[in-house]
């Protein structure tokens, strides 16, 4: 089980940038494959990007592919989301996981932390 914690949201303009953290608590935290979801207001959650264990391999869902970028610190024990050219549509609640280890697949195992606000304005 691991604990996560994610920081890093606030409100920018359509086009900025945003830096996310998450921070995890768990001795064991390169054993999992990890991942960042997003909560837009009035709709369901959703999957942004994954990455396995070691980092070497990331997954993208299409809306966010060429703007976004997943990695993670094992010696840290942390996984980050650099957000770029950011558009109204990435306004949601942002969370972090554990994933299945077919990230691909971008399947949630939890638990969830309390998730950071996104902002966009234009």
């Known amino acids: 089980q691991v604990h996560l914690v994610e920081s890093g949201g606030g409100l920018v303009q359509a086009g900025g940038s945003l830096r996310l953290s998450c921070a995890a608590s768990?001795?064991?935290?390169?054993?999992?494959?990890m991942g960042w979801f997003r909560h837009p207001p009035g709709k369901e959650r959703e999957s942004v990007a994954t990455i396995n264990r070691s980092g070497s391999s990331t997954f993208y869902t299409n809306s966010v592919k060429g703007r976004f970028t997943i990695s993670r610190d094992n010696a840290k024990k942390t996984v980050t989301l650099q957000m770029n050219s950011l558009k109204s549509d990435d306004t949601a609640v942002y969370y972090c996981s554990a994933v299945e280890d077919l990230i691909a697949a971008m399947r949630p195992l939890g638990p969830w932390g309390q998730g950071t606000q996104v902002t966009v304005s234009s």
């Open positions: 768990s001795p064991t935290f390169s054993t999992y494959a």
